[in-house]
């Protein structure tokens, strides 16, 4: 257990839709990335942020937005989803960001 | 854009024998993560390489770094079936203000009895 949370662990959803995936990192940990995995992308980075600010964006879909809260809560918002959307999104946290990353467990999204 | 080659993608072994994964990088980086993924799971962090020359042991794993080749290297020793699952490297790349993990295709390891 690397002390992430995330939820929900599984969502299943229609094309168009909007969703809010949630993450906790580990006590003391600062920064939070996000990533999204796919058969066929591969594990992609899509955001990071520090302290309640955005520090570096991949490749992440205008659709997508995330924020991090003052209780270093982040949430990954997903609209409009599209089929190709189905993926496993995975939260990380690290002390900053030249530390290790830990990882959740994912939260599993498969839109229909 | 940095980029990250893992190979082999797919490796089968027997158990007891030895075997390497290699990792080819793209761009300076002093920052070498290496993790385990098993089926509908998250990342196990392995090890993290920080400098050139960097080596570390876990059990029958061991890991290395070589930062002007650009390639790092994770070793089998003596494999048994436990160690199937789905290897990744990952380079750090710190920008401006913030950080990343870019992540190779991952190796996926089966050690068949």
């Known amino acids: 257990d690397s002390g992430v949370t995330q939820t929900p662990k599984h969502l299943i959803t229609a094309t168009g839709q909007r969703v809010t995936l949630r993450c906790s990192p580990r006590s003391g940990d600062l920064s939070v990335y996000w990533y999204q995995q796919s058969l066929d992308q591969g594990l992609q980075f899509l955001i990071h942020y520090y302290n309640g600010e955005e520090r570096a964006k991949g490749n992440i879909l205008e659709r997508f937005s995330a924020q991090q809260f003052p209780d270093l809560h982040s949430e990954l918002n997903l609209s409009s989803l599209e089929l190709g959307d189905s993926a496993l999104y995975f939260c990380?946290?690290?002390?900053?960001?030249?530390?290790?990353?830990?990882f959740g467990p994912g939260t599993r999204l498969t839109v229909t | 854009e940095l980029k990250v080659e893992q190979n082999p993608l797919f490796l089968s072994m027997q158990e007891g024998k030895n075997y390497t994964i290699y990792c080819n990088y793209s761009t300076t980086s002093d920052r070498l993560y290496w993790y385990r993924q098993d089926p509908g799971k998250s990342l196990e962090s392995l090890f993290v390489?920080?400098?050139?020359?960097a080596v570390k042991q876990e059990g029958r794993l061991m890991a290395s770094l070589d930062t002007k080749a650009r390639l790092s290297t994770l070793h089998i020793t003596a494999a048994v079936h436990d160690l199937s699952a789905t290897y990744f490297c990952?380079?750090?790349?710190?920008?401006?203000?913030?950080?990343?993990?870019?992540f190779g295709e991952g190796t996926q390891l089966t050690v068949n009895p």
């Open positions: 990952a380079v750090g790349s710190q920008e401006t203000s913030g950080s990343r993990l870019t």
């Open positions: 990380a946290s690290s002390i900053a960001g030249t530390f290790e990353q830990y």
């Open positions: 390489l920080l400098s050139n020359g």
